[in-house]
């Protein structure tokens, strides 16, 4: 009777493990997330920034 019991122990203490860790991996899938969100931004930022700066360098060279 104990190496059922045994077997069964086991069994919920590696479905726990289980468990926490795709509670970790969901966490930090979902900083990851953040993370590129906030990265994305500031490459569209700095891409309006240069196609502005683009636009002035036109200007000036269309002034000349």
Do not use: K, T
Not at 5 to 30: K, S, T
Request: glycine share 8%; no cysteine; net charge neutral.
């Amino acid at each position: 009777m104990f190496w059922p019991m045994f077997a069964i122990a086991v069994g919920f203490l590696g479905i726990a493990v289980l468990g926490v860790l795709a509670v970790r991996v969901f966490v930090e899938a979902e900083r990851l997330g953040r993370q590129v969100d906030a990265s994305a931004r500031r490459i569209n930022r700095a891409a309006e920034d240069l196609e502005h700066a683009s636009v002035a360098v036109g200007r000036s060279a269309d002034a000349l």
